[in-house]
């Protein structure tokens, strides 16, 4: 290993230790990289950041925290989970089956497993504990695993992100995840089933023919968010990013037009929550892009690549390693340094073998949501503990049952391929 590489990951190693984030981490270690290897730090810099500052497709990133931070603060949530009580509130687990429903339905607007999980997530476990009807790990652990649908789902912030590394359609990724989301919600609600009927954990009363209008009704507005963004996309009519900025004015429109639930006052603070989640991943991004062009610089792509290709590895062989390390690395990296930092590594080797980049990308987001839930470090697990009060050795306890449902069908979609494929094909964005 050359002096640079020893300055750049031991420069990364101390500052990761004595907490400093991933972002300043990536950067520190990057610029110490420059210095030493005696390059023009401005010049480096310049280069590699301009990816960043002229990304047109990145300003869909902030829109879409944005759109999920109205959707919370407006009280659209209660409207959803009325709408998702009425179509599954009567199956085994009540109220855990609502948890999912209702995830599934906001993750076509929020983009953000953690903001689906401080959303639906939240309340329904507020529900679910209310007068004892579940234990609160139990609760806390089915908001966890249902917050992960959301980057499955059209407006998925990491699908965007993957999109932009990979050079794929922002299109056919939105697409391909539909049906594993799918199948995903629909085992999740099986091993609830199960749980509910084993534990008997309470259903909710039947909503009548008569009630049921009424409630699409109430809901119908929000609902027609996720299918609007798709309209626009992938009729050609706007690009990602232009149904983005709609899809904003859209969640404006229903909060302080239509529904009249949000004062100004929540505007600013809905702005300001915007604001910090989009720096959080600017400086990640900032210094995945500096910390890349160090490792880059040092030939460790060509070296992963020789590695991998010596192996003799099928494209299900290499995915199957591929899941193996994602599935380890989201111990201690968030999913924003594992796409701005792994992945660069990791498709010009799926390219090689052949593997579809809208399949591989899949792959690489059900990995990274699998991880959000995974003991001791899952980061949803954090959150959801943070939120409701729970110990985290109650959610750790419950959740085993879940990540071996979602672990099946991670495995599922990377043994066949056509399940990410089939609707990207059917939109004539991937080649048959």
Known sequence: MSEGLWVLLGVFTVTAILGAPLGLSMLASGFAYLIATHQDVGLVVDQTMNGLYNSYLLIAVPLFIFVANIMNASGVIERLLAFGAAMVGHLPGGLAQVNVVSNLI?????????????????????????????????????????????????????????????????????????????????????????????????????????????IFGRAILPLALPGILLGLIYSGVTTPTEAAAIAASYALILAFVVFQTMRPSQLLTVMSDTVRATSMIVLIMAGAFVFNYAVANEGVPQLIQSTFMSWN????????????????????????????????????????????????????????????????????????????????????????????????????????????????????????
């Open 313 to 432: 590895l099928s494209a299900t062989g290499f995915l199957v390693c591929v899941n193996i390390l994602m599935l380890t690395l989201t111990i201690v990296l968030d999913e924003v340094t594992l796409l701005l930092v792994i992945v660069p590594l990791l498709v010009p080797i799926a390219q090689s073998l052949g593997v579809d980049l809208v399949h591989f990308g899949i792959v690489v987001v059900l990995n990274m949501m699998v991880g959000l839930t995974l003991p001791p470090h899952g980061l949803l697990l954090f959150v959801m503990s943070g939120l409701t009060g729970t110990p985290l050795a109650e959610i750790f306890r419950e959740v085993p049952p879940f990540i071996a449902a979602m672990l099946g069908i991670v495995f599922l979609v990377t043994f066949f391929p056509d399940l990410a494929l089939w609707l990207p094909r059917l939109a004539g964005l991937v080649q048959p």
């Open 106 to 214: 906001f993750s076509g607007m929020s983009g953000s497993a953690v903001a689906d999980a401080s959303g639906p997530g939240l309340v329904v476990a507020r529900m679910m504990t209310k007068n004892d009807r579940y234990p609160r790990g139990f609760a806390a652990t089915t908001s966890v695993v249902s917050a992960t649908l959301g980057p499955l789902m059209p407006t998925s912030i990491p699908m965007i992100f993957y999109a932009l590394i990979a050079n794929a359609s922002v299109g056919a990724m939105f697409l391909g995840g539909l049906v594993p989301a799918g199948i995903m919600a629909i085992a999740l609600m099986i091993v609830i089933a199960i749980i509910a009927r084993r534990r008997k954990f309470p259903r909710e009363a039947r909503v009548s023919w008569a009630e049921t209008p009424a």
